[in-house]
């Protein structure tokens, strides 16, 4: 937050424990602006006037307003202000007679000379910088009063007190003050740096006083970021005053990395490699000096890179696994309504089929190219094997009869053929041509009746339409034929 620039900001100090009213003077470096006598408590000595703790630490000042007798807090800042440039501040104030508070008139007056009136106890006729906007104020609760500076330079001396409202007559009205704090609005990330190795990190910190909105340059709106790695990282930051910008440019001077631990198949060679540095000595783990390393069997692998003042080091740990294995068999040509089940030979991983298929075993009666593949640490192998049924035509097979007796055998005229065909639609005929069943939705059979009553013995028509979809063609196809239906 940088420095307070209000010396003994929280009445913490004193030359003497007060041990009566009216000892601002004993909380040094603060002074009396006028005749008025402002009060100074400790709990050094318990007076009985502190009629609530100090919000922080030990000490706390107190000030009167009545009709012709304004109290004032003094002090010297720990240096001047800068011209055009920003502070905030900020105190906090309670009052054990919220009734008698006069809102709008305690503020904070910054100046290049002292305001003093030695012979006086009236009110101060100047205008504050910062000024008290509670709509109403707590009994014996401490609130904040807070705003922005804009310096035009020099000013030196903090006054604070009432400096708009003079209360009525008797008014009793008691303030306490504490944790008053000035503090410059600036933002500065610090001068380009260089770290030693990945392993070093840098916390920037761009907190400004009340700022409204923090923005660095990966997306993170906190105050602070945690330098991990080099590069350049830069901040914008809102306050109501201004908004500040500033950048830092991060380098490592070892800058390495091993790479993350790793699995090898049986039989494979790892390269290591940190940059070379004439500047630079090396020392792996075995003690060779070189600034590469082949790792040819498991175990753990580190390097200490040493230049000037910096020392950086890395470890990576390999493993050795066998490869994994996978057979899915060979190439097969079917014919008709043949089926296969491939059972694919696994070793030394996970296994997955390229489609999604859920099980490892896959019984097939259709065309096609299947692939799987197994993967484990070291590797993934892949293995497809072709299913035709090219070797012979793919038949429609068709009954010649049926039974329709609700004997559960052969009650149904029902067509299948090879995996490459696909049914579209059926359609039965009477002995007069009329159509008395169709579909073109599967299962595409016939139960043998029509309008719900069972047909009569004798010889049906029937068609089916259908595709054949063989060696990514697929070719329209129709079959027609004649069914007896008996008893």
């Not at 929280?10 to 601002?24: A, G, H, I, K, M």
């Amino acid at each position: 937050m940088g420095q307070n620039l209000i010396p003994n900001g929280s009445f913490e100090t004193y030359r003497n424990c007060p041990q009566q009213d009216n000892l601002l003077v004993e909380a040094t470096p603060w002074y009396n602006p006028n005749r008025a006598t402002p009060d100074f408590y400790h709990t050094c000595f318990n007076s009985g006037q502190m009629a609530l703790p100090p919000r922080t630490g030990q000490g706390l000042a107190r000030l009167f307003f009545d009709q012709g007798w304004g109290e004032y807090l003094g002090v010297r800042l720990t240096k001047p202000l800068v011209a055009n440039e920003c502070y905030y501040y900020e105190m906090y104030i309670a009052t054990d007679t919220p009734n008698k508070y006069q809102t709008e008139t305690i503020g904070a007056t910054f100046s290049v000379q002292p305001i003093i009136a030695p012979a006086s106890t009236e009110m101060f006729k100047v205008g504050p910088q910062v000024l008290d906007r509670l709509s109403s104020i707590p009994r014996l609760a401490w609130q904040r009063i807070a705003g922005f500076v804009n310096a035009k330079g020099g000013e030196e001396y903090v006054t604070i007190g009432s400096f708009f409202k003079t209360p009525p007559f008797l008014g009793f009205n008691y303030v306490f003050i504490d944790d008053i704090s000035l503090l410059h609005v600036k933002l500065d990330l610090g001068k380009d740096t260089t770290l030693c190795g990945r392993k070093s990190t840098r916390l920037l910190d761009a907190t400004v006083p009340n700022a409204s909105y923090y923005y660095w340059n990966d997306g993170s709106s906190k105050p602070t970021l945690l330098v991990t790695k080099p590069g350049k990282y830069s901040v914008t930051v809102v306050t109501a005053c201004k908004t500040l910008t500033d950048s830092i440019k991060v380098d490592y001077a070892l800058d390495f990395d091993l790479g993350a631990d790793t699995t090898l198949c049986n039989g494979q060679t790892l390269a290591l490699n940190v940059p070379v540095n004439t500047a630079a000595t090396y020392r792996w783990q075995d003690g060779s000096l070189q600034n590469n390393y082949t790792v040819k069997q498991a175990g753990e692998y580190s390097i200490q890179v040493t230049q000037a003042n910096c020392t950086a080091s890395d470890t990576i740990q390999v493993k050795y696994i066998r490869p994994p294995q996978l057979e899915l068999g060979p190439d097969k040509a079917l014919c008709g309504a043949e089926l296969v089940t491939i059972k694919p030979i696994i070793a030394e991983g996970t296994f997955a089929w390229q489609d999604q298929f859920a099980d490892v075993a896959r019984t097939v009666n259709s065309s096609g190219v299947y692939r799987a593949s197994v993967q484990n640490a070291c590797a993934t192998v892949l293995d497809s094997v072709e299913i035709s049924y090219g070797a012979c035509d793919c038949i429609l097979y068709t009954p010649t009869s049926f039974t329709p007796n609700d004997d559960g055998q052969n009650d149904t005229f029902l067509a299948f053929g090879c995996g490459d065909i696909t049914i579209t639609s059926l359609s039965v005929f009477n002995r007069w041509g009329e159509v008395i069943f169709q579909t073109d939705k599967a299962p595409f059979q016939w139960n043998g009746y029509y309008h719900g009553e069972l047909c009569e013995i004798g010889v049906y028509g029937w068609s089916i339409q259908y595709q054949l979809k063989q060696e990514r063609q697929v070719t329209p196809g129709q079959k027609q034929g004649v069914l007896s239906l008996i008893r």
